[in-house]
């Protein structure tokens, strides 16, 4: 911190950089592929300052990666409630918890690869009459098409008596199973002081209807065998209606290699072969699509 400036122009002001937050969370799902996020944040270091500032009034949100996406994208971010085009933060500010307005990011992933994330996130529903300053609540989204597409936001906090409440630090366990599985610290003042204030460290069971599980396992799988591929490999797929399917075939730096297209395959199971021989040895992913949803695995060529 005696060191370190960000002013690059020379004007005694630093420069604000993009980073993240510290929050960076990584789960492997049952296919080995990592999957990774983290929210937002910006930096600056004036010119012989000795701490590094940061900036809390950020919204831009929580980034999503997994293996076989070239750059991470924004997934989600603290909501406009009210639908005012802004995030109304009352005088006394918020307890920022060195974040902006969402962050502390948590991922699990069930039998079927579905992915699921909690968060904490300025809720501005909550009171703010006590303490003039937001409250924070955790979230939960999931995604069932490898991290397309992600689901409207729930929250563990709900009206009335989550007005009332700050909730933070929200760890999800890796393994879903029937239900997700969530703690997280609770109390009644937004920020980290807790003097005179009882704090709790809450459990929840969150469950997920099987049904929903089993529809998504069985409209839309895929796989290959061998894997590893020497010079074929075979991607096995099934699909529940009639779907125009693209595979594409991309490295780890999000390179596309090959692409197959498929036209009016009506539902059932396919074998589709694939030519490997020409790729040099290393991982890649291959990724299925039918209009509506992706799905990627990871391959290995010899």
Same mark, same amino acid.
């Given at each position: *911190?005696?060191?370190?400036?960000?002013?690059?122009?020379?004007?005694?002001?630093?420069?604000?950089?993009?980073?993240?937050?510290?929050?960076?969370?990584?789960?492997?799902?049952?296919?080995?592929?990592?999957?990774?996020?983290?929210?937002?944040?910006?930096?600056?270091?004036?010119?012989?300052?000795?701490?590094?500032?940061?900036?809390?009034?950020?919204?831009? /949100?929580?980034?999503?990666?997994?293996?076989?996406?070239?750059a991470?994208?924004?997934?989600?971010?603290?909501?406009?409630?009210?639908?005012?085009?802004?995030?109304?933060i009352?005088?006394?500010?918020?307890?920022?918890?060195?974040?902006?307005?969402?962050?502390?990011?948590? #991922?699990? #992933?069930d039998? @079927?690869?579905?992915?699921?994330? %909690?968060?904490?996130? #300025?809720?501005? &529903?909550?009171?703010?009459? %006590?303490?003039?300053?937001?409250? &924070?609540?955790?979230?939960?989204?999931?995604?069932?098409? /490898?991290?397309?597409?992600?689901?409207? *936001?729930?929250?563990?906090?709900?009206? *009335?008596? /989550?007005?009332?409440?700050?909730?933070?630090?929200?760890?999800?366990? @890796?393994?879903?199973?029937? =239900?997700?599985?969530i703690?997280?610290?609770?109390?009644?003042? *937004?920020?980290?002081?807790?003097?005179?204030?009882?704090?709790?460290?809450?459990?929840?069971?969150?469950?997920?209807?099987?049904a929903?599980?089993?529809?998504?396992? =069985?409209?839309?799988? #895929?796989?290959?065998?061998?894997?590893?591929?020497?010079?074929?490999? @075979?991607?096995?797929?099934?699909?529940?209606?009639?779907?125009?399917?693209?595979?594409?075939?991309?490295?780890?730096?999000?390179?596309?290699?090959?692409?197959?297209?498929?036209?009016a395959l009506?539902?059932?199971?396919?074998?589709?072969?694939?030519?490997? =021989?020409?790729?040099?040895? /290393?991982?890649?992913?291959? @990724?299925?699509?039918?209009?509506? &949803?992706?799905?990627?695995?990871?391959?290995?060529?010899e």
């Open positions: *911190p005696t060191t370190m400036n960000t002013d690059t122009t020379g004007d005694g002001i630093g420069e604000k950089i993009e980073s993240n937050s510290g929050d960076v969370t990584v789960t492997i799902d049952n296919n080995n592929i990592c999957h990774v996020a983290f929210s937002h944040m910006f930096i600056d270091e004036d010119s012989g300052a000795t701490n590094v500032s940061f900036h809390p009034d950020d919204n831009t /949100g929580l980034y999503y990666w997994h293996e076989g996406m070239s991470p994208v924004i997934i989600v971010a603290a909501e406009d409630f009210n639908g005012n085009g802004m995030i109304d009352p005088t006394m500010g918020f307890g920022n918890y060195n974040l902006g307005f969402i962050g502390q990011p948590s #991922i699990g #992933i039998a @079927t690869n579905a992915i699921f994330m %909690t968060y904490s996130a #300025i809720d501005e &529903r909550a009171d703010t009459t %006590t303490h003039h300053m937001a409250m &924070r609540h955790v979230f939960v989204i999931g995604s069932f098409n /490898g991290g397309n597409t992600w689901t409207n *936001p729930f929250t563990l906090n709900p009206s *009335p008596w /989550g007005d009332f409440q700050e909730g933070v630090w929200p760890s999800m366990a @890796t393994a879903v199973d029937n =239900s997700i599985h703690v997280y610290q609770r109390d009644l003042v *937004p920020g980290y002081s807790l003097s005179g204030v009882a704090s709790d460290i809450v459990y929840v069971s969150l469950q997920i209807p099987m929903i599980k089993e529809n998504i396992l =069985s409209d839309f799988s #895929i796989s290959n065998y061998p894997n590893p591929a020497k010079d074929f490999t @075979t991607i096995s797929l099934s699909i529940a209606k009639t779907s125009n399917v693209r595979i594409e075939i991309t490295n780890v730096l999000g390179e596309i290699k090959n692409v197959i297209n498929k036209t009506v539902k059932g199971n396919y074998n589709i072969p694939l030519n490997v =021989s020409h790729l040099e040895s /290393g991982i890649y992913f291959y @990724t299925v699509s039918d209009g509506e &949803r992706s799905v990627s695995r990871k391959m290995i060529v």
